[in-house]
């Protein structure tokens, strides 16, 4: 089977794309593309209009398929989901997001808003940076003015975001409202690392059921000093890897994700 490439528009693109990237059908890489670096592992679906200036994926990132990203700016961070048919716009300037940040079908995050003749004396043009911090959970369905969402924020379903969203509160509504007390935060208080590595143990015991080799992962609360040993090091307390790119740690990896563990790729 052919593997699907992208249709390029632009006659200045500098394109950089790492190993074990799949791309859907009919994705198309517009006009104003100047620099596009897609990391390890990730998934572009199918129809999916990517036109921003500069674009960077980290590790292990979807964007399922309808997508549009377009803008100035956007830099997306490793192990992040982006739903169906989701509009990413850094027509404002810049659009960040983190590590770890799920993004639900159907949602818009926005860093500007212009229409209005400005000529005739409409008063509502504006732009701006959209920051999405580490963990951040948008459900679906949710549409982001330029704001900044904080660390574990969590926008539910239908959600629309207007103003900041603080470090591990829920927001709901229209316009969305703090709903932690009711709901509860997105993430517990700290968990022990007795506690992570039971359960990291029962997810590999279960991968290893499945028919794959485990035998190339150790882990501790913190990744060790650089070795030169032959196996995938993870640190559970700080949610980070060592990386060595093999067939056994990307079926680990993508087994993994998105919502058993995330962890961050840490090079020397």
């Known amino acids: 089977m052919t593997q699907n490439e ?4 632009s006659e200045h693109l500098e394109l950089d794309v790492a190993p074990q990237v799949k791309w859907g059908t009919g994705v198309v890489l517009g006009p104003n593309c100047r620099e596009v670096r897609i990391g390890f592992g990730c998934f572009v679906g199918n129809d999916i209009y ?7 994926l980290g590790d292990y990132v979807t964007i399922h398929h309808g997508g549009v990203v377009h803008g100035k700016r956007c830099a997306i961070g490793h192990n992040c989901w982006i739903g169906h048919y989701t509009i990413l716009d850094s027509l404002g300037g810049r659009l960040a997001i983190g590590n770890n940040v799920g993004i639900g079908a159907h949602s818009q995050i926005w860093s500007h ?3 209005g003749d400005v ?3 409409c008063r509502w043009q504006s732009h701006g940076e959209t920051i999405l911090e580490d963990d951040v959970w948008l459900v679906g369905h949710c549409v982001v003015a330029p704001i900044r969402a904080a660390e574990r924020s969590m926008l539910m379903v239908g959600g629309v975001a207007v103003r900041d969203m603080a470090a591990n509160r829920v927001y709901a509504g229209t316009p969305a409202k703090d709903v932690t007390e009711r709901m509860g935060p997105q993430f517990r208080d700290e968990v022990p690392y007795e506690e992570r ?3 990291f143990a029962a997810y590999l015991e279960e991968f290893a059921a499945q028919g794959h080799d485990v035998s ?4 501790a609360p913190q990744l060790p000093a650089e070795s030169a040993d032959r196996h995938t090091w993870f640190g559970l307390q700080s949610r980070t890897y060592r990386p060595r790119y093999t067939d056994d740690e990307h079926r680990l990896m993508k087994f993994l994700l998105y919502d058993r563990a995330k962890f961050v790729p840490q090079r020397p």
């Open 6 to 9: 992208p249709e390029v528009l």
């Open 50 to 56: 990517i036109d921003v200036e500069r674009l960077t």
């Open 113 to 115: 808003m212009k229409f």
């Open 119 to 121: 000529l005739a004396g």
């Open 197 to 199: 590595a039971a359960v």
């Open 216 to 219: 190339f992962v150790r882990y």
